[in-house]
Structures are given as C-alpha cells and as structure tokens.
C-alpha cells in the first residue's frame, strides 16, 4: 500500500530536549515536505526537499533541521524544542511533477512543556 | 505576491442541500489547482485538481470543482451534502515557477442532519 509513515503520532516533550519525527514513503517520491497545521493558519511549510540531498527552507525553518540521506526518509528535527513548536505535524511526499498531488502522514502531535 | 484564499473560515449546511466552499488565488503562470480534506485525527487527503482543460473538474466523494479564469476561483462544490462530509477543506495552488504548494487557511465545513 503506498502511504506516507510518520512517528510517533503523538509526543509530549520538555523544551530544550531534542527530539526527531521520522517520516518515510514508499513511493519513490523525488519530493518531500515538512509542514505545520495551527488553528486559524492553515498548513505552514517547514522545509522541503526536491530529491536526496537537497534540501531548503519553506515559510516557518527556524528551530527546525532536516536531512536527505535516502529517498525514501525525510526526518525532522527539533535540536532545542520550545513551547511554540507545539503544533500538528505533516509530512508529505510526491514526484518531482508540479501537477501530481502530494500524499500525506497521518500527523504527529506535538506538545512541548 | 502568490496567495490563495478561502474567505470563509467555516460553513454550514443541511443534509442533502447543495455546499460551495470557495477559493481565490493570486499567482504568476499557470496555476495548478488542488483540493484536500482532512477528516479528524487524520491527514489531508486528495480530493481533486485542474490542470487544464475542461473548467468543471470532478473528483473523490462526489465533489466537484469549477475553475474560473477571471475571476481566479475554484470553488469546490457538491451538489447534495452527506453529514460525512463534515471535515475541513484546504485549496491550493502549485507556484509554477518553483513547485511549491500555496495553502489556503482551510475552511471548517459542518453538515447538519
């Protein structure tokens, strides 16, 4: 089944204590993405990136890292977490064509005390 | 600037009653259009695109969706509403020049037995 995998759906966390969301597609997808959903602001891109390797910055990067080392991986990082990062978080993934549409994750809740 | 929007933040309808949700866009090139929604607890899932073509594009679920050039709307649309419709909708817009999806801030759609 081609989905979109992200853990954990939901995390609770100190500030200041890294933490790591994995996301992972099977679907060979070039394209991948990192968003945040906040009431009242819609989807918020993080970061994004276009094939391994190759990553940039979207609306909302700051506090935020991510790597490219394999396709099928996106993982998203938060090196020193902080109350405002508390937020839903989307991965999604689809091939480098601008009009095929993106598969999402099912979401990982974050909560950061 | 690119934008898209969705003037209104929810909307209400009976069962079996006609439902719009509206969108407008802003952006430079061809716009490729899209519609998600996203049921509790869940990610966003497809609904429908325009590419090009046929202004009326059909989709999941029984939606549809008009695309007007001079007016820069996409109003997605169904013609008799089913309480499992209830959700929130996201349009967007793929930027032509770099790929990127523009999100509209969603609209919380309630149906009303």
């Known amino acids: 089944e081609a989905q979109v995998t992200q853990n954990p759906r939901y995390l609770i966390t100190v500030t200041g204590k890294k933490l790591t969301v994995t996301c992972s597609q099977n679907?060979?997808?070039?394209?991948m993405s990192w968003y945040r959903q906040d009431p009242g602001l819609g989807l918020r891109q993080i970061y994004y990136s276009m094939n391994v390797e190759v990553t940039d910055k979207g609306d909302v990067p700051e506090g935020y890292k991510v790597s490219r080392k394999e396709k099928r991986n996106f993982p998203l990082i938060l090196e020193s977490p902080s109350p405002n990062q508390t937020s839903l978080y989307f991965c999604a993934s689809s091939p480098w064509e601008r009009a095929t549409e993106a598969f999402f994750g099912q979401g990982t809740r974050l909560t950061v005390v | 600037a690119q934008s898209v929007a969705q003037p209104e933040d929810q909307v209400n309808v009976a069962e079996g009653n006609p439902l719009t949700v509206k969108c407008t866009y802003s952006?430079?090139?061809?716009?490729?259009l899209f519609w998600y929604v996203q049921y509790p607890n869940r990610g966003l899932q497809f609904l429908l695109k325009?590419?090009?073509?046929d202004n009326l594009v059909k989709g999941s679920y029984g939606f549809e969706a008009e695309f007007n050039k001079s007016q820069t709307s996409f109003h997605l649309k169904k013609p008799s509403a089913l309480v499992s419709d209830s959700a929130l909708y996201f349009c967007a817009v793929r930027d032509d020049s770099n790929y990127q999806l523009i999100w509209g801030a969603g609209t919380k759609l309630i149906i009303k037995p």
């Open positions: 679907m060979n997808h070039e394209y």
């Open positions: 325009y590419i090009t073509g």
């Open positions: 952006v430079s090139g061809n716009p490729y």
